[in-house]
């Protein structure tokens, strides 16, 4: 079975680029999703993870079942490993998105997530207006990334973690493009 070609683009960033997903990735991106720090950061990461959730996510990217577009943070041209984290896209109303990113805890505090957050922004491949981004409130690294990203605090709610199984307090953030 082929992979469907994609309409995103890639984009290019100093030390990786940001390039689709694709059926090889699904190794990597399910051992490092796997991880119970990734999943805990993130809304819909089960922990443990459950087997073929990974190849799931792959095929609906692929063959854009889901409003969301999703790019690998892909190190390969920099020999760095082929999947560093991920990037997320939801499409919303009126020309707007949410973005979401992971990176594989080997690759943290090595300004990986910061890179790929300003790449995206830069490209703004959607051509959105504004980008909406939330973090729990106990990651301020996260929050860190968006706000030197050019992210605005718009104010406090919360959101369901899967791995978690419980509601946690997030900060939310606004880009808005001139």
Not at 51 to 78: H, N
Not at 102 to 129: C, D, H, Q, T, Y
Request: proline share 6%; with cysteine; net charge negative.
């Amino acid at each position: 079975m082929y992979d469907t070609i994609s309409c995103q683009p890639v984009i290019p960033a100093d030390r990786f680029v940001l390039r689709p997903v694709r059926k090889s990735d699904a190794g990597a991106m399910a051992l490092y999703a796997g991880d119970e720090r990734v999943a805990r950061s993130t809304r819909s990461i089960p922990h443990p993870l459950p087997d073929g959730v990974t190849e799931g996510f792959i095929q609906r990217a692929l063959d854009g079942s889901q409003p969301q577009d999703a790019w690998v943070i892909d190190g390969a041209l920099t020999e760095q490993q082929e999947v560093l984290g991920v990037v997320t896209l939801t499409r919303l109303d009126r020309g707007q998105s949410e973005m979401s990113y992971w990176v594989a805890p080997a690759f943290w505090n090595a300004g990986i997530a910061s890179e790929a957050v300003r790449a995206m922004i830069s490209a703004n491949p959607l051509k959105n207006s504004e980008i909406f981004a939330e973090v729990f409130q106990d990651n301020p690294a996260s929050a860190r990334v968006l706000t030197n990203a050019g992210f605005e605090y718009i104010g406090d709610a919360e959101s369901h973690c899967v791995a978690r199984a419980a509601n946690v307090p997030t900060w939310t953030y606004m880009h808005k493009f001139a």
